[in-house]
Nanobody, 124 residues
Framework: QVHLVESGGGLVQAGGSLRLSCAAS????????MGWFRQAPGKVREFVAA????????SYADSVKGRFTISRDNAENTVYLEMNSLKPEDTAVYYC?????????????????WGQGTQVTVSS
């Protein structure tokens, strides 16, 4: 069982930055692929970024590549999403999720554990 708790969301002006955190309860955290997804109002939830268990592998949606950075601290059982150059279209509820195996990492149905989400609002 993996319990995930996101934090760090808030209101920021366009061009600003935020860092999201996701704390995990799992003793086997380092064996889990961790992903970030987001859901904007009226839209389906979409993939944002993922990181392998050891941290050497990362993947990003084209819409955030070069602006967002995913990282993890396995000693602290925490995964981060550093978001820079934020745009109004980044406004969404951001969720972290966990799965095993570095495959089909952009497909949310493959993730078995989800956090409750944290709101990010970017004003223009």
């Amino acid at each position: 069982q993996v319990h995930l708790v996101e934090s760090g969301g808030g209101l920021v002006q366009a061009g600003g930055s935020l860092r999201l955190s996701c704390a995990a309860s799992a003793r086997t955290f380092s064996s889990n692929v961790m992903g970030w997804f987001r859901q904007a109002p009226g839209k389906v939830r979409e993939f944002v970024a993922a990181i392998s268990g050891g941290g050497s592998g990362t993947s990003y949606a084209d819409s955030v590549k070069g602006r967002f950075t995913i990282s993890r601290d396995n000693a602290e059982n925490t995964v981060y999403l550093e978001m820079n150059s934020l745009k109004p279209e980044d406004t969404a509820v951001y969720y972290c999720a966990a799965k095993t195996g570095w495959y089909e990492i952009r497909t949310q149905r493959n993730y078995g554990y989800w956090g409750q989400g944290t709101q990010v609002t970017v004003s223009s």
